[in-house]
């Protein structure tokens, strides 16, 4: 009854919580400018009350579970060169921050991995670090993995029974705890000191949730700690774990099936080892997601050996054998490289690894890498990263329109991966790009000039197709923007000559007044990435679309330009005119998500229950787009609906 209850609050608290959140943003975002420096202030405290009040209900919930037993492990080989570098990727920045020092130290006799829940182990080790970082205000905090010999409290019969151990040591110089309070700090909603929540804030929770996952894991967490010196947190699990039933652990008899191949072939082996390899696999089926991860992670990439100098290449495919090919061409290039064989991991790793260029294959498991693509370059965040499409069908037009880099068609040989490489190299080191603007129009070329250069973007300016042809053999230009009106040469034979002189990956803007019928813009479509139409707020999306072309990273643009792009996506989002079915018992909640998306030109409809949903959606005078459906409704709950 007690979890029941539990979540039923957590709804019932989420649902004002999340209209107090959306508002709150709405109102330090500031949108209109019509708020003070003060009232922004304000709504920024607001919001972040809000946000402490949904992680408190979260960790509620979170011990909630693990005490009624809700909460299983799911069970896998984890390698310690990824535990390591999850806690060095989470906890490098605010080490740095708070000016002490990290550290990690593995034992060399354990072997490369363990077996036990990821998820849990990471959210264990980060409750654990957080606290030493919290509580520590100058010196070490220290992570150290090794093997147990016996050191933890019997009792635990994973552990007694185990055959090996490991541990994982959270060591700090912090305000330590003493001996008589060591106890009750596993305690929710305990902390060695009144005066601790009210100095470091905190709720008690995460180390009474932490010692709940470790029991779940087959271990336990012990503590060493002295006033004034510091706290040693130590987390055992057993190295090969039997609590879990068959069903939980990943299926590894399937592996089997797979060979096993070398993960670096000698250079001389790779055009004959790419010519073996087909667009679709030998049988015809597709491998299951799970497989291919397993496959990619036993044989190796370079994710567990990245430094922040490091150049990083994502490499988005799920065939083994060319994977293993590119990294074998990242590693010879000085590139480090990641493998991605999903939709989900993509993210992931560029948040993580920060890639300086993806190759991304158009078949993968469990999307289309057009989708990818698409997402990849309507975020602001991540369209500077150049994408290089590979595919088993030629599509390299369409590739370019929707801001690909370079299109490479399989079976692919050496020589064009060689091509491939040059240019990411290349692209990858060059600091200022340049444009070229064939424009004779002499106050438009200068508009243009203006609105797209800084001091990262140099603009050359081409008055007549006879100077442009002539700087275009001389130059190295990143992007082309041709106005199809000019003096000197009829617009198709200009196009097609510029087509025929630039670089092979240089990109064609077509910004022009004139009316294009319908063979100029067939011609125009095979030859040029993108057509802008001349007008009033055209120069913006001309900017827009050059830093889209140049793979520049937005936050590197000019505050003025950033503010120019912002507002233009504010008015021409793709969700722009779109109708969204907002579905929701709560009418708090939308108004606040009515409120946001009006912002954005959306048109919302809304249902205050599943039943008047399905009847709006069944009416076909009602055109809807996309359903935002809350779970939880009275008479019929959204998963129903």
């Excluded at 492990?73 to 570098?85: G, W």
């Excluded at 992931?348 to 289309?368: E, G, Q």
């Amino acid at each position: 009854y007690k979890s029941e209850f539990l979540a039923n609050m957590s709804h019932e608290l989420r649902t004002p919580l999340n209209s107090l959140l959306i508002l709150a943003q709405q109102l330090y975002e500031n949108a209109e400018g019509n708020l003070n420096d003060k009232q922004i202030r304000y709504a920024k405290t607001i919001h972040s009350c809000g946000d402490d009040l949904i992680q408190l209900i979260n960790d509620i919930l979170d011990l909630s579970k693990i005490e009624s037993g809700f909460i299983t492990a799911n069970i896998s080989s984890v390698r310690f060169a990824e535990i390591t570098a999850f806690a060095e990727t989470t906890f490098k920045p605010i080490s740095e921050a708070r000016h002490l020092r990290f550290t990690i130290e593995t034992d060399t006799t354990l072997p490369t991995s363990i077996e036990t829940d990821i998820q849990r182990l990471n959210q264990i080790l980060k409750n654990l670090l957080s606290n030493s970082f919290k509580f520590t205000e100058k010196g070490v905090v220290k992570l150290k993995i090794y093997e147990a010999k016996r050191n933890w409290k019997t009792g635990n019969p994973n552990l007694d029974n185990a055959q090996r151990v490991v541990a994982f040591a959270i060591s700090d110089t912090g305000i330590g705890i003493p001996q008589e309070k060591q106890n009750i700090i596993f305690e929710a909603f305990q902390q060695a000191e009144g005066s601790t929540s009210r100095k470091y804030g905190g709720t008690g929770l995460g180390l009474s949730i932490s010692r709940g996952l470790a029991e779940l894991l087959g271990g336990t967490i012990e503590l060493e700690s002295n006033p004034a010196q510091g706290s040693t947190f130590t987390l055992f699990l057993p190295l090969v774990n039997g609590i879990t039933s068959p069903s939980i652990k990943s299926n590894t008899d399937n592996l089997k099936a797979y060979k096993h191949y070398q993960l670096a072939p000698p250079v001389s082996e790779i055009d004959s080892l790419l010519n073996s390899i087909r667009v679709t696999n030998e049988d015809g089926e597709t491998k299951s997601l799970s497989i291919v991860n397993e496959m990619i992670n036993e044989t190796g990439d370079d994710r567990t050996n990245i430094s922040t100098s490091d150049k990083v290449l994502l490499i988005v495919e799920d065939d083994l054998r060319f994977g293993k090919i590119l990294i074998e061409k990242a590693n010879e290039n000085n590139f480090k490289a990641i493998v991605a064989v999903s939709y989900i991991e993509v993210f992931d790793f560029i948040n993580r690894f920060k890639p300086v260029a993806i190759t991304l294959d158009v078949k993968l498991p469990d999307t289309s890498g057009w989708k990818v693509l698409d997402l990849l370059r309507n975020d602001l965040n991540y369209r500077h990263i150049p994408i290089h499409l590979i595919s088993g069908e030629e599509n390299r037009s369409l590739a370019l329109k929707r801001g690909a880099r370079s299109f490479l068609l399989k079976p692919l040989d050496n020589e064009s991966l060689n091509e491939l490489f040059s240019d990411i190299i290349s692209f990858s080191n060059k600091q200022v790009k340049r444009v070229l603007v064939i424009e004779d129009n002499e106050l438009e070329s200068s508009q243009i000039a203006k609105m797209l250069g800084s001091d990262i973007v140099k603009v050359d300016i081409a008055a007549s197709a006879k100077k442009a042809i002539k700087q275009i053999g001389t130059e190295d230009y990143d992007t082309i923007i041709l106005d199809y009106s000019l003096p000197d040469m009829a617009g198709n034979d200009m196009v097609t000559k510029v087509s025929e002189i630039k670089g092979r990956l240089t990109p064609i803007i077509i910004y022009s007044a004139k009316d294009f019928n319908k063979i100029e813009l067939n011609v125009l479509n095979r030859t040029s990435n993108a057509i802008l139409a001349k007008g009033v707020n055209s120069l913006e999306q001309l900017l827009e679309e050059v830093v889209l072309h140049l793979h520049i990273n937005y936050n590197d643009l000019p505050a003025d330009k950033r503010r120019l792009i912002e507002n233009r996506r504010m008015k021409e989002d793709i969700l722009t005119g779109k109708n969204i079915l907002v579905v929701d018992d709560d009418v708090r909640n939308l108004f606040a998500l009515t409120t946001v998306f009006e912002r954005y030109n959306i048109n919302v409809i809304t249902a205050e229950s599943g039943k008047e949903a399905i009847q709006i959606i069944n009416d076909d005078k009602i055109k809807t787009d996309m359903v935002l459906m809350d779970i939880m409704m009275p008479e019929m709950d959204g998963y129903e609906t």
